[in-house]
């Protein structure tokens, strides 16, 4: 018999892992950019991912959501590696004397934040020691290193005032705050970084530690052969340093409160919608500075990750705008946003095609559909999706198609588990015939569905990988507490699993 055709399929077949840094191991409440983060990247080369998803990477406020961030430039603080602040001399073992004991499958933000800013300052404390800061701890390199990223980072000025100025004001959002830094003029806003250079040198100073350790692990990720896609709000929170320093951009009234609020109006995961409360873009300001700032932020973030998700891809052609005060979000309109001139616009300044893929779920229009179409960004795929609609539907496998991504869930869904133990019962019978399965092991057969899709990318949320039940879901929309705060322990990351995971991908030329 001679040798079978090999068929060039085409784009390449990733096949990855969706994981919040939050949720790795480790010994300090919180995931962090140290051993845990490794210990992840390795497991995922051992079981042949080449692509790691994570939710957004910045600096979160009230409710602990990544999509609600101080700052649409700043990364986390909370996932900055205390071990390696103690290799370089920032940190000292008593320094953790008064540590809590923390549960290793939860977060509890209050006592993290608390604890670990208390580890942060001290980090600041000693590098201000000239001995240390001089050598950075006889590293001349990361001292090079920290200098550059202070200089060639614009927006670092400015987000490390706004963060001080909410200290001064004990955490005041900036809409409340007293004119001369609610407005600064010049001379005041040099007053102010005068009167507060000690808190924006920390600020400053943490930020470099966030990038510094962030980008030494991708380049740990890629040179493993593993992509990193990232996630961009669409919505900037209304207390964030980019509405507090670009008020023209949002529609905001002369006092700084917004006019109009996002949201979405009733769909699949809310009977009233979901009332985000970030102020919309003032989209003609937008427009006539040829979108400056979101040039800025996209590029930004295309050099912490290798793609870029766009939640809630659908606003860039219209948005659900609720009267600021309603109390859900029923009572909204849909207003046009600028769709193919943005991106037409974004990519003539960038000079190449952006690598986004598109959230396109929800309450779809056609227009969203052709938008999508138009510049070839991928859609999203969600297998849950599939079985909840009973009737034929684009979620289903066998309508799917390579330009896009395929998800057994997202961070917003349940657990596979967890969701196919609360359906109904048709969705359940429609997923057993479908897979010829009794469900037994039914995030498997998602897995192997997900993989096995014509999708060129395969992600599926590290829960689903590890089996577990609804306890473990990371986010559910439209509650305010409870979320964002599922970790795994170190145990799990078994060879048994990776080859398990390895073998599914292999089979389907992943």
Known sequence: MGNLETVDIGPKRYAGILVHPTSFPGPYGIGDLGKGAYDFVDFMARSGMTAWQVLPLG??????????????????????SPDELKELGLLQNDDFRDMPQ??????????????????????YE??????????FSGNPELMKEYTGFIETSAWLEDYALFMAG??????????MWEDSLKNPTAAERREWLEKLKNEVGYYEFIQFLFFHQWM??????????ISIIGDIPIFVAWDSVDVWIHKKLFLLDEEGYPTVVAGVPPDYFSKTGQLWGNPLYNWKEHKR??????????????????????????????????????????????MTAPGENFFTTLEATLGYHMPIIAEDLGEIDRSVIELRDRFGFPGMKILQFAFENPNENSFLPHNHIRNCVCYTGTHDNDTTLGWYRHAYEASRDKLRRYYSTDASDVCWVFIRACFGSVANMAIVPMQDVLELDSWARFNTPGVGAGNWSWRYKQEVLTDHLANRLFETAKMFGR
Not at 60 to 77: C, E, L, R, V
Not at 102 to 123: H, S
Not at 220 to 225: D, H, L, T
Request: with cysteine; hydrophobic share 35%.
């Open 59 to 80: 600096h979160t406020g009230f409710g602990d959501s990544p999509y609600q961030p101080f700052s649409s430039f700043a990364g986390q603080p909370l996932i900055i």
């Open 102 to 123: 923390w549960n290793p499958e939860d977060i509890c933000y209050g006592d993290v934040i608390q604890f670990k800013t208390g580890l942060l300052k001290k980090a």
């Open 126 to 135: 000693r590098f201000l020691d000239p001995d240390i800061h001089d050598g």
């Open 166 to 175: 909410k200290d001064f004001h004990e955490g005041m959002p900036w809409y």
């Open 216 to 225: 030494k692990l991708k380049a740990y990720a890629n040179e493993k052969g």
């Open 289 to 334: 500075t040829q979108y400056s700032w979101w040039f800025a932020r996209i590029r930004h973030q295309l050099t912490l990750t290798d793609y870029l998700r766009i939640d809630h891809f659908r606003g860039f052609d219209k948005f659900w705008a609720v009267p600021y005060g309603e109390e859900t979000a029923m009572n909204g309109k849909w």
